[in-house]
């Protein structure tokens, strides 16, 4: 089995060599041509060129970067890392929060001016507070979880209500509940996968729906939210506030007016990040590894037409 492994994040010695330690018949390889299982991603223009391959192990839960149409139409599976990202996107979504509710964002400035803003500061609880979580798959449990650890209400959306969820929570809607969500919720998270289906599905119209006072959270994908609209909400204050992680553009353009509002906070796309993130990945990819080409004993493995 040829493999080219292109991930360098934090990978070391000992991670080729649980890698290699897998299987007997992998040959590590250096050319897309040859290649039959690569560990990270590919280009529309690279996969023209990679005529043996059979199967992608993304590094990431989102594969919306490799739903080009010759690879979707392809026999190549795709497997990704879900399963990696729970712990540290569930915290970082309420890092946001609370930067939010405990008044972190005029603190920073006041600190930055040397000012004591202590007059100036809003604070809020999240006690008894109703969050809502759009994506209620692995990531959205884990922030249920935590949510439920600070006396929230719950509720979450799934495509697909019916199935068994680890994490209960108050409330679970289907897909086609989003309003009520959005008319419900004093926070409301966004963790779903970008696909056809959830590009900009966070618009005017919905950004109109929540609470003047609501609080929007995207740890997805930037294009899930009509950023315009957003921008728009902020400023005319449609909403109160939103922590994001992910935009349209990144890495965030410098005219962007995200940058200028009060009423944002804005982190660099690293909600996914800590440093056990290769050892979880090797897991999954070692798994699959083993049980590779027999796609019903590998795990994660995407519908190339959901998108996920």
Request: aromatic share 8%; glycine share 8%.
């Amino acid at each position: 089995m040829n493999l080219l492994i292109r991930y360098g994040y934090n990978f070391k010695d000992n991670h080729r060599e649980r890698v290699l330690s897998a299987r007997d018949d992998i040959n590590l390889v250096d050319d897309l041509e040859s290649a039959e299982v690569i560990l990270g991603g590919i280009s529309r223009e690279e996969f023209r060129r990679a005529r043996n391959l059979r199967w992608i192990q993304a590094t990431g839960a989102g594969v919306d970067g490799l739903l080009f149409p010759e690879l979707v139409e392809s026999d190549v599976i795709i497997t990704n890392a879900s399963g990696v990202h729970p712990i540290p996107i569930a915290e970082h979504t309420f890092a946001l929060i609370l930067a939010i509710t405990r008044g972190l964002i005029k603190s920073f400035e006041g600190k930055n001016r040397k000012e004591w803003l202590h007059n100036e500061v809003f604070i809020d609880e999240l006690y008894g507070k109703t969050i809502g979580i759009i994506g209620y798959g692995r990531i959205g449990q884990g922030i249920a979880r935590l949510a439920k650890g600070f006396g929230m209400r719950v509720i979450g959306l799934k495509r697909d209500p019916g199935k068994k969820v680890e994490v209960e929570p108050d409330l679970l809607l289907g897909k086609d509940s989003l309003d009520t969500l959005l008319k419900e919720s004093d926070i409301v998270v966004i963790i779903v996968p970008l696909t056809e289906e959830t590009y900009h599905m966070i618009g005017e119209r919905e950004l109109k729906l929540m609470k003047p006072t609501g609080i929007l959270i995207n740890v997805a994908r930037g294009k899930v939210v009509d950023e315009s609209a957003l921008i728009k909400a902020l400023k005319e204050r449609w909403i109160f506030s939103a922590g994001l992680d992910v935009f349209e553009t990144e890495p965030l353009p410098p005219e962007s007016e995200l940058w200028e509002l009060d009423n944002v906070v804005i982190t660099p796309h690293i909600a996914g990040l800590n440093p056990y993130y290769t050892d979880r990945l090797l897991d999954i990819f070692i798994r699959n590894l083993q049980a590779y080409p027999d796609i019903s004993k590998m795990i994660n493995v995407v519908d190339k037409r959901l998108g996920y």
